[in-house]
């Protein structure tokens, strides 16, 4: 089969590797949808070989792009559980590997390892931009019937995203959060959050994404070019602030206004990668009881729990996609994807 492979330097080359068969406690999934997100840009602009070993992974050889996998189950290794996977499954995976015997691993936590993380398709390890994808049978997740296979591939990353947050959060129906770039996380953080009931604020520097917000659910949108931020998320909140705040756009400056915008015991939640930020200790968030939480993806059963809660509610995460392609467009999907003028791309096989 041929895979899509980053090699560096904005360049894709499309490689030949074997299909997979599976090994014991392994499954091979026919892919249906493979999404493109945003930490791809990494790999794909980076020289090669250098943005892996900046995210701490090391240097692996080629591997088949795409973290966002969605597929059905095709074939089925030795001593797989029945009850865990199965041929013909509609399923997603939760694209990260670890030992699967310490505390986090055996709590759906994969990605916290105690021993490290052993691969992450699509980035150490193959991933869903090619026909096939072999992963151990822990990692899949079943796909609801009423979610298409291009919401499962959001799901599997983005969409879960948000969720993981917004569940970091304790986001309530009778609270108001502020969320910081409304690019595919923070849109879907936007959608999500509306769902449950909770009154969104949508921040981001572009008109055309603060659209998309209203269309999503946001209540408010705001451009902090054209003011400034804290003070207008505090005149919409009589003063008070925002309960809790989400930034996924990783502007060190966002970072900052969504710690100063959340009321005293408000909460603010990082989920944008890479980069810094500084806030002034007191007034910022000690003397104001402020709570700052980090938020890495999401777990196993966070997933299966996003995907539930988006077929309970009949949320058109499809939506999300601006872009559908072919896998063979993938040279011409990742040049737009690039110039980050566009929103999420997804492929469909």
Same mark, same amino acid.
């Given at each position: 089969?041929?895979?899509?492979?980053?090699?560096?330097?904005?360049?894709?080359?499309?490689?030949?590797?074997?299909?997979?068969?599976?090994?014991?406690?392994?499954?091979?999934?026919?892919?249906?949808?493979?999404?493109?997100?945003?930490?791809?840009?990494? &790999? &794909?602009?980076?020289?090669?070989?250098?943005?892996?070993?900046?995210?701490?992974?090391?240097?692996?050889?080629?591997?088949?792009?795409?973290?966002?996998?969605?597929?059905?189950?095709?074939?089925?290794?030795?001593?797989?559980?029945?009850?865990? !996977?199965?041929?013909?499954?509609?399923?997603?995976? +939760? +694209?990260?590997?670890?030992?699967?015997?310490?505390? +986090?691993?055996?709590?759906?936590?994969?990605?916290?390892?105690?021993?490290?993380?052993?691969?992450? &398709?699509?980035? *150490?390890?193959?991933?869903?931009?090619?026909? &096939? /994808?072999?992963?151990?049978?822990?990692?899949?997740? *079943?796909?609801?019937?009423?979610?298409?296979? !291009? *919401?499962? !591939?959001?799901?599997?990353?983005? %969409?879960? %995203?948000?969720?993981?947050?917004?569940?970091?959060?304790?986001?309530?129906?009778?609270?108001?959060?502020?969320?910081?770039?409304?690019?595919?996380?923070?849109?879907?953080? %936007?959608?999500?959050?509306?769902?449950?009931?909770?009154?969104?604020?949508?921040?981001?520097?572009?008109?055309?994404?603060?659209?998309?917000?209203?269309?999503?659910?946001?209540?408010?949108?705001?451009?902090?070019?054209? *003011?400034?931020?804290?003070?207008?998320?505090?005149?919409? %909140?009589?003063?008070?602030?925002?309960?809790?705040?989400?930034?996924?756009?990783?502007?060190?400056?966002?970072?900052?206004?969504?710690?100063?915008?959340?009321?005293?015991?408000?909460?603010?939640?990082?989920?944008?990668?890479?980069?810094?930020?500084?806030?002034?200790?007191?007034?910022?968030?000690?003397?104001?009881?402020?709570?700052?939480?980090?938020?890495?993806?999401?777990?196993?059963?966070?997933?299966?729990?996003?995907?539930?809660?988006?077929?309970?509610?009949?949320?058109?995460?499809?939506? /999300?996609?601006?872009?559908?392609?072919?896998?063979?467009?993938?040279?011409?999907?990742?040049?737009?994807?690039?110039?980050?003028?566009?929103?999420?791309?997804?492929?469909?096989?």
């Amino acid at each position: 089969m041929k895979g899509v492979v980053f090699v560096g330097n904005r360049q894709i080359e499309f490689q030949e590797f074997p299909d997979p068969t599976p090994g014991p406690n392994e499954v091979v999934l026919e892919m249906k949808a493979s999404g493109m997100c945003g930490s791809d840009l990494k &790999y &794909y602009r980076a020289p090669p070989g250098e943005a892996t070993k900046a995210m701490g992974f090391g240097t692996p050889g080629a591997v088949i792009g795409g973290h966002e996998p969605c597929g059905v189950v095709v074939a089925v290794g030795q001593n797989v559980n029945p009850k865990q !996977a199965w041929i013909g499954q509609r399923a997603m995976v +939760h +694209h990260y590997r670890g030992c699967g015997a310490c505390p +986090h691993c055996t709590t759906g936590w994969m990605q916290l390892c105690v021993e490290g993380v052993a691969e992450i &398709y699509g980035t *150490t390890g193959n991933g869903g931009h090619a026909k &096939y /994808i072999k992963v151990p049978a822990s990692t899949v997740v *079943t796909l609801p019937d009423a979610l298409s296979f !291009a *919401t499962g !591939a959001a799901i599997a990353c983005g %969409t879960g %995203t948000a969720w993981g947050a917004l569940k970091r959060l304790d986001l309530a129906g009778d609270q108001t959060i502020a969320i910081f770039g409304q690019g595919p996380v923070g849109l879907s953080a %936007t959608q999500l959050a509306a769902a449950l009931g909770a009154r969104v604020i949508a921040l981001d520097v572009s008109p055309e994404r603060l659209e998309r917000a209203r269309a999503f659910g946001a209540s408010e949108v705001v451009n902090p070019k054209d *003011t400034n931020a804290v003070e207008a998320i505090r005149a919409l %909140t009589h003063g008070l602030g925002a309960h809790a705040s989400l930034d996924a756009s990783s502007s060190p400056e966002a970072r900052k206004q969504a710690v100063q915008c959340v009321r005293t015991w408000g909460k603010a939640c990082y989920v944008g990668e890479g980069g810094s930020v500084s806030i002034d200790v007191s007034p910022d968030m000690l003397r104001r009881q402020v709570t700052i939480i980090g938020s890495w993806t999401f777990s196993k059963n966070g997933q299966a729990e996003c995907a539930q809660f988006v077929a309970d509610r009949g949320i058109d995460v499809d939506r /999300i996609f601006t872009n559908r392609w072919r896998l063979d467009q993938a040279v011409e999907a990742y040049q737009l994807f690039d110039k980050q003028t566009a929103g999420k791309g997804v492929f469909l096989m």
